[in-house]
């Protein structure tokens, strides 16, 4: 039987839509103002498929402002406190976007095509209307567009050998939080050795959206035998991997400091960046929250939180889980939470209140699961 979905105008289709349905999509969700495919059946499965095997995730919502012009550089490194001063051509670089009281708005991957050429591909926020508005004040030449660029996801321990059946020997050369160009049957991709799974695993950009529907195709054709099922981003794997979600586990309530996220702040530099003031003044008089990691004892639960759980002390809140979830792999329900800075030391205990009732949770070392990031960074 035909699936329907009653979708509207105001929120957008990806290049892969039709694609993904055809291949098992059973629900959608919305980010950046497009559908973005979050079911393909059981999410336990969907984990084993990412962990053992490879899955292909459309995740074309992950839109790009592209900022070109003589001062795109300089430009760039006003929107963000991370030293860019070494970001070479080709590469790519995880950082934040800051407001002007140091608060997080979003934490997009930096991918450096050309001198005065980049792309911030976008976690769930409205950043092209913020960086708009920052242009139009700066009094840099710069110029800024959402391109038509698409990207997918090919992520898993199998992914390397699928990538190299696709696009030959040469993306053996990509190394880690590196990209370059390609070229497949005539599409015109832009590939980095990037991802949101923690696994090894290949960002695949489309740059024409018109062709959508033929690379799924290609990638599934030569994959499917290799072990490649489509899927979904892994709740389970990103907790597992510590890897944050903006508008889950930050916001521009939150900055850097409170996420442990100090090594992508540059007090130091010369260059100016919106937020800097603010941050010194934060990393002067300290943080009063962190985000930390908690394991939570209780049977498994079974969804992951849809609500910011409060965590008690006694009587008194004392922080909030901001993602939570069971992890087979672990057997533990693990969450990601922010405590009032004299909860947050590791073995600090509490109690969590969710809608099944009330928890015990202790303080833990976070990534739970390959800390070092071994398995994303392996050549």
């Not at 840099?140 to 190299?164: H, M, Y």
């Not at 950009?205 to 030569?222: F, K, T």
């Not at 004892?297 to 008690?312: D, F, K, R, V």
Request: aromatic residues 10%.
């Amino acid at each position: 039987m035909k699936k329907e979905f009653s979708f509207g105008t105001q929120v957008r289709k990806s290049p892969y839509f039709d694609a993904t349905v055809r291949w098992g999509a059973q629900g959608f969700s919305v980010y950046n103002h497009m559908y973005i495919p979050r079911d393909f059946g059981d999410p336990v499965q969907n984990f084993w498929n990412l962990v053992n095997d490879a899955i292909l995730c459309d995740v074309a919502v992950e839109r790009q402002v592209e900022i070109t012009g003589p001062d795109a550089a300089q430009f760039v490194q006003l929107l963000t406190p991370r030293n860019l001063s070494e970001c070479a051509v080709g590469q790519c670089k995880y950082v934040l976007i800051t407001d002007e009281n140091g608060g997080v708005l979003n934490d997009p991957v930096l991918l450096r095509l050309a001198d005065n050429h980049f792309w911030l591909s976008l976690a769930d926020s409205d950043i092209l209307m913020w960086a708009k508005g920052v242009a139009v004040n700066s009094g840099l030449n710069v110029n800024l567009c959402e391109p038509d660029v698409s990207p997918l996801q090919l992520q898993g321990p199998k992914s390397g050998d699928i990538a190299r059946a696709i696009f030959g020997d040469r993306i053996d050369g990509l190394k880690y939080y590196w990209l370059e160009e390609f070229e497949l049957n005539g599409i015109p991709l832009i590939i980095s050795r990037t991802g949101w799974s923690s696994e090894l695993g290949y960002e695949i950009y489309l740059r024409d959206g018109s062709r959508g529907n033929e690379l799924w195709e290609h990638i599934m054709e030569i994959g499917e035998p290799m072990g490649l099922v489509p899927g979904h981003t892994s709740t389970i794997r990103r907790i597992e991997g510590g890897m944050l979600s903006y508008q889950a586990d930050m916001d521009c309530t939150v900055n850097p400091f409170e996420l442990g996220l100090g090594r992508l702040v540059d007090l130091e530099m010369d260059a100016d960046y919106i937020g800097k003031e603010a941050l010194k003044k934060i990393k002067l008089e300290g943080v009063k929250r962190s985000q930390v990691g908690l394991e939570i004892s209780c049977a498994p639960l079974e969804h992951p939180n849809t609500t910011y759980w409060p965590i008690m002390s006694g009587s008194k809140k004392v922080g909030y889980v901001t993602s939570a979830v069971y992890t087979p792999r672990l057997d533990k329900n693990i969450a990601l939470a922010i405590m009032d800075i004299e909860f947050a030391a590791l073995d600090t205990t509490g109690e969590v209140k969710t809608p099944e009732g009330n928890y015990p949770v202790k303080v833990v070392q976070k990534p739970f699961y390959d800390p070092k990031k071994k398995i994303a960074s392996k050549s």
